[in-house]
């Protein structure tokens, strides 16, 4: 009987090793195509939800600045969010912050 090298016996070993490591990678990836699958809504077509008017607004937003808020909840959230109400800020709190922020950083002498 031939004696091995220890090279020989590590290649082996790596050789095993890669093709369990490829079989498992394989069961892996048919396991999320189930998943995914599983996951797929129905072909059922489904309803918009209702468009509702928009609340009146107490103070006038601009409409420019009504259409941004709109649009930016609608690519962040979708098409299923239902805005209730937008009005103004009238704490000032963010020009305040604001303020504080530009005044910070400046030095004092």
Do not use: C
């Not at 797929?40 to 103070?59: D, I, L, S, T």
């Amino acid at each position: 009987m031939p004696a091995f090298s220890f090279e020989t016996a590590l290649l082996v070993l790596v050789t095993i090793g890669f093709f369990v490591l490829a079989k498992i990678v394989l069961s892996l990836r048919e396991e999320i195509r189930e998943l995914k699958a599983a996951r797929k809504p129905p072909a059922a077509v489904v309803a918009p939800a209702p468009v509702v008017a928009p609340a009146p607004v107490e103070e006038e937003v601009p409409a420019d600045v009504y259409a941004a808020i709109v649009s930016a909840i609608f690519i962040a959230l979708g098409d299923q969010q239902r805005i209730v109400s937008i009005t103004p800020d009238k704490s000032m709190a963010w020009s305040r912050e604001g303020r504080r922020n530009i005044f910070g950083s400046h030095s004092l002498r």
